[in-house]
């Protein structure tokens, strides 16, 4: 199944590359020193990749941390900070000996129980890890350098799981860090990977300073996505917050900034025409668009509140306002993509927008016209255009609206909040995940059911988690696909989420920009300055 998926994701990237969106551009002899200025997704006010899902963090954790496998660029897992490992003869044994040469930021040598430490904090907090502890038996170091984990039971994904490519990424940290509360976050940066966070050097609301991380050994292979060896060129890249698109676009014009992670798609556009930028889709499946309610406080405690949302909303309305250019962005009724994905399905899906409906289960919830709190991130122009296109649908079926402008690392951190909305809480926001985090039952955390432990928002569904984990156990990609819609049916009824829309986010680079990798998080080693 894996396999099927990995060909399937390569097709749509050479689809796009025939389309005409540039793979990154490689010269042949890298230079050393520099430095690299790069717009961000967002303002980096949280630290802790593994508290929060957000992608903004999780890039700045692959600049800080280091992870035991990768992902590469085609899908694979290979050994990262692991130099050798076992697998018994049924699977249900595991021995992970470290790499020489490993050390975080301050000069301690990363231990077996650095990596046991980091993983239990990890399981706690992602989706996929949640899966996997509920099959782990054992966890524990065996040396300084060699831990164990023994399983109570089947999980087929352990390697998918240790290398997962996004959030939540099980980056390792100092066992004193990783013995911090699964709900607290992490104040300290410290890591083994190829940067060093320059904590004196942080302007929160304007740029964020990393360093070359002079002790850092990376692998004798090839890079490849986050794999392989991981070499730094830049003495210093520094991340710019600039919310103003117009600003970003005529700094990167004017070579004052090199590089610019996701600009709008009208910019991204009119870029494209410029000689002295390349463009290029890190993740040529693309995201999904979220509308995520909040089911703790009413009216979206109330299902059928959930299922108003689910008719009110028109995913071409939504894609027009958020992306705007049609040759980025298409809609889909699934929870789990479109396009050459293994579980594609419309199933349960809404056959169309139906307002009257949406209007009428509003009013079988009990709706009692009190303002619902839409969180508006200003600073993120597709999300921004998203819940502008919410504020008037739910207008259209007869909701109070409070839209609250917010830049977008204020929403990472309000929507933590369980206070009531009236409080400083919330009702809805919108989000969007890339296809890693969100092909399939186990990783999309949309579907997952785990209630006041589950992801923002706080779904709660016993029989979703139920299916989730007979979905993990099966082996047969007939029964798989099979459970997928099953599953996405019963999504449909619940509504933990609504989605709006499929689409790419090209990124934008100065064509002095040398070796930027494939992969859907921004990756800067390997990344170095021609001129």
């Not at 900034?257 to 000689?275: I, T």
């Not at 693309?286 to 109330?302: D, S, T």
């Not at 009257?356 to 303002?371: N, S, V």
């Not at 296809?435 to 706080?458: H, I, K, Q, R, Y």
Request: glycine fraction near 8%; aromatic fraction near 10%; include cysteine.
């Amino acid at each position: 199944m894996r396999d099927l998926t990995r060909r399937q994701v390569l097709a749509g990237a050479a689809a796009l590359a025939a389309a005409g969106l540039a793979a990154p551009a490689r010269a042949q002899t890298p230079k050393r020193g520099g430095t690299l200025r790069f717009i961000p997704i967002g303002d980096l006010k949280i630290l802790d990749p593994i508290w929060t899902t957000a992608y903004i963090t999780r890039d700045h954790g692959y600049m800080v941390w280091d992870t035991l496998f990768a992902t590469d660029a085609n899908l694979q897992i290979k050994p990262q900070m692991v130099d050798t490992y076992t697998v018994s003869r049924d699977g249900m044994k595991y021995v992970f000996t470290l790499r020489d040469g490993l050390r975080f930021h301050d000069g301690a040598p990363v231990t077996a129980e650095d990596c046991v430490a980091s993983l239990i904090r990890w399981g706690k907090r992602d989706t996929l890890g949640k899966l996997m502890f509920t099959a782990v038996g054992k966890l524990q170091a065996t040396d300084r350098k060699s831990f164990g984990l023994e399983l109570k039971e089947p999980f087929g994904l352990v390697l998918e799981a240790l290398g997962k490519p996004s959030s939540n990424v099980p980056f390792i940290m100092p066992a004193r860090l990783a013995a911090t509360p699964a709900d607290d976050q992490v104040k300290e940066p410290i890591g083994s990977g190829p940067f060093k966070f320059l904590k004196e050097e942080w302007q929160p609301g304007n740029q964020v300073v990393y360093a070359r991380n002079a002790d850092y050994v990376p692998r004798s292979e090839p890079p490849s996505g986050a794999a392989g060896g991981k070499h730094v060129y830049l003495d210093r890249v520094v991340w710019r917050y600039m919310p103003d698109s117009a600003t970003a676009a005529s700094a990167l014009e004017a070579g004052e900034l090199d590089y610019w992670q996701f600009p709008p798609a009208d910019f991204a556009a009119r870029l494209a025409k410029n000689p002295a930028v390349t463009t290029f889709v890190g993740d040529p499946v693309g995201l999904v668009g979220w509308l995520r309610p909040n089911h703790l406080h009413p009216p979206f405690n109330n299902k059928k509140a959930r299922q108003a949302l689910l008719y009110m909303v028109d995913q071409e309305m939504y894609l027009q306002a958020a992306i705007g250019h049609p040759q980025y962005y298409r809609t889909c009724p699934g929870i789990f993509f479109c396009g050459k994905v293994p579980y594609e399905t419309a199933a349960g899906a809404p056959a169309r927008q139906d307002l009257d409906r949406a209007r009428q289960l509003m009013k079988e919830a009990g709706y009692d016209g009190k303002p619902v709190v839409v969180l508006d991130p200003t600073d993120r122009p597709e999300l921004h255009g998203a819940a502008l296109v919410t504020r008037e649908l739910l207008t259209k079926i007869g909701v109070n609206v409070d839209l609250q402008a917010v830049d977008w690392s204020t929403l990472l951190a309000r929507r933590a909040s369980k206070a009531s909305p009236s409080a400083g809480g919330w009702n809805l926001f919108s989000t969007n995940w890339i296809s890693s985090d969100a092909l399939d039952p186990a990783v999309n955390a949309g579907v997952a059911g785990g209630g006041a432990g589950g992801w923002f928002g706080w779904s709660s569904s016993a029989k979703l988690e139920s299916m989730r984990l007979e979905w993990i156990r099966a082996t047969d990609p007939g029964r798989r696909k099979q459970l997928a819609e099953q599953i996405q049916v019963v999504a449909f009824d619940e509504v933990p989420f609504v989605p709006w829309g499929q689409y790419v986010q090209p990124s934008l680079y100065r064509k002095n920009v040398r070796g930027v990798l494939h992969f859907p998080a921004a990756l800067l080693w390997n990344v170095w300055l021609d001129g």
